[in-house]
């Protein structure tokens, strides 16, 4: 036990500096970058609006539950299905938050690779989509916008930095740093060695896991660098960085319906065949990671401990993540019935983090008779001020792709 908390406060320690700084970096693309530039650069079927979409989403800290939603209300903007194809592959995979843990854990290499990988990703996928898939003229889209928050502009840069990111990720990254603390002891020295004639069937064994798992960009990249520890080639901790937190089960479903099959079988095959493409790339060219400061389990007396700076990082970010987390626990909890007999409250399914609440928001706010809308992903809830009937809000609901139940009561 006392090498595995040495291994966590290590892998905790290098990555708390470069998180802090990613989500405030967030919070203020967030807060300042207007909703309506994105749509300005990617209403048109050509290569320049794909290539936008892959360079706009990169920074943004979306994984692939936020960018399903986001990218559904930008095609209801009357964005082109290749700039869309480009903004969900592109966007999962890294994000200014991921890009900064990824250089603190993998060295510069990794940084770099990641959001070129991305971007070219994206890119491709994008033009295969506007050859290969038709596009329809639906007079039903139409532009919206939801703008809940409230507040100065750095009130809504630091909660959204480091309350609303970490209620959205914190749960995944906290798995991401417990097991990465625990293959740094439990996996013997050299496991992966035994695969070590045979780079693409770890590739292959990586994707099979990782495909239909969620992943987080930022969660999955201390588990990467514990794998390669353990023997993992570069490649195919790569395969794990790109595929993992680009691509879920969940998302290929919800992609599907919004989307179509034609455009999913794209999505989904770009992906993967980009990543192992991307990872024979980086065993070729013999590209590695800078280590991670470990435990030795040999002397744990005498393992080498972060510095002052990194310790007061971490402990910043571990009550940071306690607070948010047991914040949406509480909200969890809290009742969800209506008080005002002029809401409604309904149960949602699908949303995963603040990105999917605002989908849910946009998505209802025209239907007639809505005066508000609040959408919870802790409780799966929406609560709707007005007299909206259940049947419109429903059929809102599922055509941005998420799972309506009916009310949950009334006040």
């Not at 203020?28 to 320049?48: A, C, E, I, T, W």
């Amino acid at each position: 036990m006392r090498e595995y908390l040495l291994s966590l406060l290590n892998v905790v320690c290098e990555m708390a500096p470069y998180l802090l700084l990613g989500f405030l970096i967030a919070g203020v693309l967030h807060v300042f970058v207007p909703q309506g530039f994105y749509r300005k650069y990617l209403s048109k079927d050509n290569k320049r609006a794909v290539l936008w979409a892959a360079l706009l989403g990169i920074p943004l800290p979306l994984c692939s539950c936020g960018v399903i939603p986001t990218a559904i209300g930008l095609r209801n903007e009357k964005a082109s299905k290749g700039a869309v194809a480009s903004f969900l592959i592109a966007t999962p995979q890294t994000g200014i938050d991921s890009i900064l843990a990824t250089f603190s854990l993998l060295g510069l290499g990794f940084a770099l690779v990641r959001p070129v990988a991305a971007l070219v990703t994206g890119v491709c996928g994008g033009l295969l989509v506007n050859r290969l898939v038709p596009e329809e003229d639906d007079a039903s889209w139409h532009a919206s916008s939801c703008d809940v928050e409230t507040g100065s502009k750095l009130f809504r840069v630091l909660k959204y930095a480091y309350f609303k990111m970490i209620q959205d990720i914190g749960g995944r990254l906290v798995v991401g740093l417990l097991v990465a603390a625990l293959i740094q002891v439990a996996i013997p020295d050299e496991f992966f060695l035994h695969f070590g004639s045979q780079p693409l069937l770890q590739m292959l064994v990586i994707l099979i896991v990782a495909v239909p798992m969620y992943i987080c960009s930022t969660g999955s990249i201390p588990v990467a660098a514990a794998l390669m520890m353990k023997g993992l080639s570069p490649g195919a901790a790569l395969v794990m960085l790109m595929a993992g937190p680009a691509v879920n089960l969940a998302s290929i479903l919800v992609v599907r319906k919004a989307m179509g099959r034609r455009f999913t079988w794209i999505y989904l095959l770009v992906i993967v065949g980009f990543s192992i493409l991307f990872g024979l790339v980086v065993n070729a060219i013999g590209l590695t990671a800078r280590p991670f400061v470990a435990a030795d389990p040999c002397c744990p007396a005498e393992a080498m401990l972060p510095g002052p700076f990194k310790l007061i990082c971490a402990i910043v970010l571990t009550a940071l993540i306690f607070f948010a987390l047991v914040m949406k626990l509480f909200e969890r909890f809290t009742s969800k019935k209506a008080d005002d007999p002029n809401t409604a409250v309904y149960t949602v399914e699908g949303m995963h983090c603040s990105h999917c609440e605002a989908a849910v928001c946009r998505a209802v706010e025209d239907v007639p008779g809505v005066e508000s809308a609040k959408a919870s992903s802790s409780r799966n809830t929406l609560t709707i001020k007005g007299s909206a009937a259940e049947e419109a809000v429903r059929e809102a609901v599922e055509k941005a792709g998420y799972t309506f139940k009916g009310a949950v009561g009334r006040g």
